[in-house]
């Protein structure tokens, strides 16, 4: 089964409004990552948080980890058109030799 | 700097016909990985590799196999491809595969007929 679980699958929001999507997890993790996938593309790397750290931010991005709760949570701010896309998060286990588990994804949909 | 490379982009197959995708990175990356990406399923882990030689199974490796004979190329291979492997393949490579981030190709779309 897979490690990460997100929700909401699916996320329809005006420009400028905030996305946030939630991913849990259920084994010990070394970090957490977030990719995005535009339609018909491969993924690309967004931002990874580390077991030990609670909350991160790149630009517009905000992510926070709770590894009590093992879950994650990946805040857009301001969103724009250009953000449609499907978020994943990934968790790489704790020892599972670098093995990388995607999600299932969240499809944003922002309007303009 | 071409990143990470798959090829074929588009392939048909038969049922029963064997294939081979390939994916090369010029990073000098030590982890790779193939993923298989089906509608509502996410990414799946089917094999990976964390060095030249080696190849560890992931979520679902039945009917593929892979090879890592040399440090940029990865293979992934259907000897007997089924219906059930219609999907979008996607490979993927990272510097040591602990806190890293991953780099992927743009897929291989694969219809087996």
């Known amino acids: 089964s897979q490690q990460g679980e997100e929700d909401p699958q699916a996320l329809s929001i005006q420009e400028g409004e905030n996305a946030t999507m939630n991913c849990s997890y259920k084994t010990s993790i070394n970090n957490l990552q977030w990719y995005r996938q535009n339609s ?13 750290e609670r909350e991160k931010h790149s630009g ?3 992510v926070t980890l709770d590894t009590s709760k093992k879950s994650s949570s990946l805040l857009i701010t301001a969103s724009r058109a250009a953000d449609t896309a499907s978020y ?12 990388l588990i995607f999600g299932q994804g969240t499809e944003l949909s922002v309007k303009p | 700097n071409a990143g ?51 190849t560890a199974k992931g979520e679902v490796p039945d009917g593929y196999n892979v090879s890592r004979l040399k440090k940029q190329n990865f293979l ?9 492997q219609t999907s979008v ?22 219809t087996v007929v």
């Open chain 2, 4 to 54: 990470v490379t798959q090829t074929p982009k588009f392939r048909v197959l038969k049922t029963g016909q064997s294939m081979t995708l390939l994916c090369a990175q010029d990073m000098n990356h030590e982890y790779m990985y193939w993923y298989r990406q089906d509608p509502g399923m996410g990414l799946r882990l089917i094999h990976y590799s964390v060095g030249e030689g080696t």
């Open chain 1, 40 to 52: 018909g593309r491969g993924l690309v790397h967004l931002i990874l948080i580390r077991s030990n």
């Open chain 2, 89 to 110: 393949y996607f490979c993927a490579s990272s510097y040591n595969g602990y806190e890293a981030e991953a780099f992927f190709g743009q897929g291989t779309r694969l």
């Open chain 2, 76 to 84: 992934l291979g259907l000897e007997s491809a089924a219906p059930s």
């Open chain 1, 88 to 99: 994943f998060c990934a968790t790489e286990g704790y020892n599972q030799g670098g093995k």
């Open chain 1, 60 to 62: 517009r991005l905000r």
